[in-house]
């Protein structure tokens, strides 16, 4: 074509050179931006969002009684720890941890552990005062946790996380 | 070569048609008389097009099931009973639906054997076998996704546990995870997407077995043999030839799935599914649908969480490189005296792979679970390679007809 032969291998870039790359570029941007709403509708609506906190009442759980609560789906684990219980937590402050975090740091009152109910590997809900350790364990894949919920043995990674939670007065929290 | 259509293609009214779309000598030349197949396919070459049939037994299944189900958490576990109980011939349908894709798998499973007994992936069917491994991919994201709609405890904790294998990636995990659940934890907009992909999928699959079949016709059928055709003396028209032969193995399939249809449907299945779906209470013993115990034992043998998600997406992306991992030149394994046997020691290996992945973690199981991980790795990685290298094949034949006409 009579129209590319200026453009030979080691010619400079002509004018319609830049035009075909600027308008590419233009049109791979804005094909992108539109991708943007099919990725994010996935995400959790405003409604699911919405849902995210709730109130248990602690006046009726006895010094080794467990309640499970739903929040945002998930159970969430209330435990009235016994003396037993604390004690062995805080005497495994300096025991090997795959996750080291001190038991002080994972309730803000000692005779109550507000963690999540969901197992760090894959998900599943463990068992209470089972396993190894006297805390958690997880039938699905086999890991234990302590009376902390730390993670001791098996293959998660972590530790039962805590989630946010606030003391309304001394017998009601409010979680999230 | 003979024509054994002239005189369907002689009416005029396919005369008329063909002349504005030619539709029938292209269907002629995929699967008719003017597709040339070697001679000598055994029954073992049966299983591709039975994996096709199973891909319409649910899709054609699945649409009508699609007309009675609703996908909500509150009704998706009620709308299935309602199937089964006063849809009239629900309990059929859907029993044919959850069979079928046990049969599904057990065709492509065989099918994907075949071809590494018969070295079917070596140049020039690469890509054949890469379109292949991409279906087998598609089919168990939709049989994953499938197996979440009747919303009963396996259901929600197999989603729960397959969802949280993508948390194991660094940084982005927890984020992903959200994304795909579009909440906090499998719930009512996951269900909504899962059908929405579920219903998806199998067409996708359609247009990749499409391509399968393109490339297919490329080069043609692989052989018992695996030597190329040398001429027409090798080859026979697929029509009447292999239609009638696929058709007898179709009835015979037919059997053995009306079989587990009608006197054992619950068989492959897990009694905990009809109980719905509780995400307080998590089933004491998980396990997948028996075609993913081969993966589901390789992720639960390593004890480190991202190692056993790597491992086990591993074990299926090694195949992508399998026609360089194997580099022998002889494809069949009838010519390959040392394959022959690792072949068989291969099968075993992901047999014992399916019995660990359906016992509880612990004890022997598991220690059969990692021999069996190592062993299926060691296939790939060290067996293959130098396998192709030291072995000493046995002479192959001059061509498919020879060793018939000098007899």
Redesign the interface.
């Known amino acids: 074509m009579a129209g590319t032969a200026t453009q030979k291998a080691g010619t400079e870039p002509t004018r319609r050179d830049f035009i075909v790359v600027a308008a590419g570029a233009f049109g791979a941007v804005g094909a992108a931006a539109a991708v943007w709403p099919f990725i994010h509708q996935m995400n959790p609506s405003a409604d699911v969002l919405a849902l995210s906190s709730t109130e248990v009442d602690l006046s009726q759980i006895a010094a080794g009684q467990s309640v499970t609560i739903l929040w945002r789906g998930k159970p969430v684990f209330v435990r009235h720890r016994t003396e037993a219980e604390i004690e062995l937590a805080r005497k495994d402050d300096t025991a090997a941890l795959p996750d080291p975090q001190k038991d002080a740091d994972r309730v803000k009152k000692p005779e109550w552990l507000v963690m999540m109910g969901v197992c760090t590997h894959l998900g599943c809900v463990p068992l209470g005062q089972k396993g190894d350790f006297g805390g958690w364990f997880c039938p699905c894949h086999g890991s234990h946790y302590d009376t902390s919920g730390r993670i001791r043995k098996g293959p998660a990674p972590l530790n039962l996380p805590v989630p946010d939670y606030a003391f309304l007065n001394d017998t009601r929290i409010r979680i999230g | 070569m003979a024509d054994n259509n002239s005189g369907f293609f002689a009416n005029p009214l396919v005369k008329w048609i063909e002349y504005r779309l030619p539709v029938f000598s292209t269907l002629d030349h995929m699967v008719g008389s003017q597709y040339p197949t070697p001679k000598n396919l055994s029954y073992w070459w049966n299983f591709g097009s039975l994996a096709g049939l199973c891909l319409v037994i649910q899709i054609l299944t699945g649409i009508v099931l699609v007309m009675h189900y609703t996908p909500h958490t509150a009704m998706a576990f009620d709308s299935v009973e309602h199937i089964m109980r006063d849809v009239n011939y629900g309990w059929l349908l859907r029993y044919m639906h959850a069979n079928g894709a046990s049969m599904f798998f057990i065709a492509v499973y065989i099918h994907i054997f075949r071809g590494m007994y018969y070295g079917s992936y070596k140049a020039p069917r690469e890509i054949l076998w890469w379109l292949g491994l991409i279906i087998f991919l598609l089919m168990m994201a939709t049989a994953f996704m499938g197996y979440v709609l009747p919303w009963g405890q396996m259901s929600f904790?197999g989603a729960?546990?397959i969802?949280?294998?993508f948390?194991a990636i660094p940084l982005v995990g927890e984020p992903i995870v959200?994304?795909?659940?579009?909440?906090?934890?499998?719930?009512n907009?996951t269900l909504n997407?899962f059908f929405s992909l579920h219903y998806l999928l199998p067409f996708v699959i359609v247009g990749i077995v499409i391509l399968h079949v393109l490339a297919l016709h490329q080069h043609g059928s692989n052989n018992p043999l695996g030597i190329d055709t040398k001429g027409p003396q090798d080859r026979i028209p697929f029509h009447p030839y292999y239609t009638i032969k696929d058709a007898f193995g179709v009835g015979v399939f037919l059997i053995f799935f009306s079989f587990f249809l009608f006197y054992a449907p619950n068989y492959l299945g897990h009694p905990d599914n009809y109980i719905p779906a509780n995400?307080?209470?998590?089933p004491?013993?998980?396990v997948p649908e028996w075609y993913f115990l081969p993966f589901y034992a390789i992720l639960?043998s390593?004890?480190?969480?991202l190692g056993?998600v790597l491992l086990m997406f591993g074990a299926i992306l090694i195949l992508f490189v399998l026609p360089w991992l194997d580099t022998s030149k002889v494809r069949s394994a009838k010519f390959r005296p040392i394959y022959k046997q690792l072949f068989w020691v291969f099968l075993i290996a992901c047999i014992g792979l399916t019995y660990a992945g359906g016992q509880?973690?612990?004890g022997l199981a598991l220690v059969i679970g990692r021999a069996c991980t190592i062993y299926y790795f060691a296939h790939f990685i060290i067996l293959l390679p130098l396998v192709g290298w030291f072995e000493k094949p046995l002479k192959l034949p001059a061509s498919i007809s020879e060793p018939v006409l000098k007899a």
């Open positions: 904790w729960t546990v969802t949280n294998l948390s959200t994304w795909l659940w579009g909440g906090f934890a499998v719930d907009p997407r995400p307080l209470v998590t004491e013993h998980i639960r390593v004890p480190d969480k056993g509880p973690p612990e």
